[in-house]
């Protein structure tokens, strides 16, 4: 059976407010990243990072929930659900920070007021977030929160896929969300994991990260209108490493030919393929030599992460509406000067915006902790 359609996007990034002017910044070369300040003790780190555009970061309180809001209402308007439909469907979040930028906020504040402030207490549940999204989005169906690492939204349309085409939900919204916080910030800088001068996916100069901020929604059903669909997808958990997948890429290529033959698509009839691209030494090894395990000639290999940064659980959703959006616009993002040499693992990204007709696509999503996941999708 074929999996499920998506009806509407929104999309919120480092790129802009809104699906359409995200793609149009994808047309240009990846911009630079910003150096955001964060107190810790007496003084200030500057952690490079890539925050949402138009969303400055203050209002800690209420910020997550505007933007989370504004994104799905954007996905749900295009794709035309009624008040009846929005009352039958059913919500999957994927996130790896959840509301930590709320309960952050809400602790400073206590703190400065004299009070007995305790860290992390406001949301006790992961389930808090979903059920005030599906109040303020009016949305009857239940929800799921998921909260692997790099792969949540990516799994949390893997599960939506699962239940609409078992009958459990006529019509899903899939919300991948991250958003700036302290705790990440400053556990990523003390680990020397970030690069203030940019992510490098598979570049002989690549540093690492750089944080990135993002909010996406996607509604998802089974009808026969056009554009993408989900053919398949497969997740694995890798024991190789708490931090990092087998360096021989034996774990992910095995995830990579499970999503395909998930979706019933042979290798060689892929278009292209997004890679997970982190930038950083191991998982970039990794990645590369999976790749070359389960592709003899790879197709155009692109990386979005230099563009927005690495959103982690928002990365799933995030990195699949830019991809989805730029090959209905006829062309693979490309990342001009980075990645363009195969000596150093022997892979390759598109250098530009690359002509691409409609097919197959492979998208690929490693989690820290080793939780690994591929999605299949194709356009007619």
Do not use: W
Not at 65 to 74: F, G, K, P
Not at 371 to 377: E, W
């Amino acid at each position: 059976m074929s999996g499920v359609r998506f009806l509407g996007a929104g999309l919120h990034t480092h790129l802009g407010r809104g699906v359409a002017a995200n793609l149009d910044a994808l047309e240009r070369a990846p911009p630079r990243p910003v150096l955001t300040p964060v107190p810790l003790g007496a003084g200030v780190e500057h952690v490079p990072s890539m925050p949402m555009a138009d969303a400055p970061l203050a209002d800690f309180d209420t910020r997550l929930m505007r933007v989370a809001v504004d994104v799905a209402e954007e996905a749900i308007a295009a794709a035309g659900l009624s008040e009846a439909q929005r009352r039958e469907t059913a919500l999957f979040v994927g996130t790896s920070s959840l509301d930590i930028s709320v309960t952050e906020a809400v602790y400073k504040r206590e703190l400065a007021a004299g009070l007995d402030a305790h860290p992390l207490t406001l949301n006790s549940s992961m389930g808090n977030l979903g059920n005030e999204l599906r109040r303020a989005l009016r949305l009857g169906g239940a929800d799921f929160t998921f909260n692997t690492a790099c792969t949540a939204s990516a799994n949390a349309l893997l599960y939506a896929d699962a239940m609409v085409r078992a009958g459990y939900a006529k019509t899903a919204l899939v919300l991948g969300l991250e958003a700036f916080n302290a705790i990440t910030a400053l556990g990523f800088q003390s680990l020397d994991l970030l690069a203030r001068d940019g992510m490098k996916p598979f570049d002989a100069g690549r540093r690492g990260l750089v944080l990135g901020e993002g909010c996406s929604a996607l509604v998802v059903g089974m009808d026969d209108s056009t554009g993408f669909r989900l053919k398949g997808g497969a997740n694995g958990c890798d024991p190789y490493g708490i931090s990092a997948a087998n360096p021989d890429g034996s774990t992910i290529a095995g995830v990579m030919a499970d999503a395909l033959r998930a979706a019933g698509t042979d290798a060689t009839a892929l278009r292209a393929i997004k890679t997970h691209g982190t930038a950083s030494l191991l998982n970039d090894e990794a990645e590369a030599a999976g790749l070359l395990r389960v592709f003899a000639s790879p197709p155009p290999v692109s990386a979005l992460k230099p563009f927005i940064g690495h959103t982690f659980g928002a990365c799933g959703l995030n990195e699949l509406i830019l991809f989805c959006g730029a090959v209905e616009r006829g062309f693979v993002p490309g990342t001009p000067g980075i990645g363009a040499s195969a000596e150093e693992l022997g892979v390759t990204l598109t250098q530009g915006p690359t002509p691409v007709e409609p097919g197959a696509f492979l998208l690929n999503y490693f989690g820290f902790g080793g939780n690994n996941s591929a999605l299949v999708v194709a356009n007619a």
